[in-house]
């Protein structure tokens, strides 16, 4: 299911001149989550590849996350042109 921004969202959280304060809160809220270099290898190999692979997941979505903050910052009260 996807998740849409509305435009009263935008407004009131993504173009608020403090917003990148609250980014680098969620991107530092998830390091851990996602650091790889911290992952205890003394575990049976399923469970590092395992971990692995949920920490990817999570790095995925926090960057995807930010990109769609950025887009819907940059689009917003854009009006789309049609020359038709």
């Not at 590849?49 to 949920?54: G, K, L, Q, R």
């Not at 997941?57 to 789309?80: G, T, W």
Request: charged share 25%; hydrophobic share 45%.
């Amino acid at each position: 299911m996807a998740v849409k921004l509305t435009k009263e969202m935008v407004q009131a959280f993504l173009l608020h001149p403090d917003w990148v304060i609250m980014e680098q809160y969620i991107t530092e809220h998830f390091a851990n989550s996602i650091e790889i270099e911290t992952i205890d290898v003394s575990n049976p190999s399923t469970t590092v590849h395992a971990e692995v692979i949920a920490r990817q997941s999570i790095d995925r979505d926090v960057k995807s996350l930010k990109k769609s903050f950025a887009v819907a910052r940059q689009n917003f009260n854009k009006v789309k042109v049609t020359y038709e």
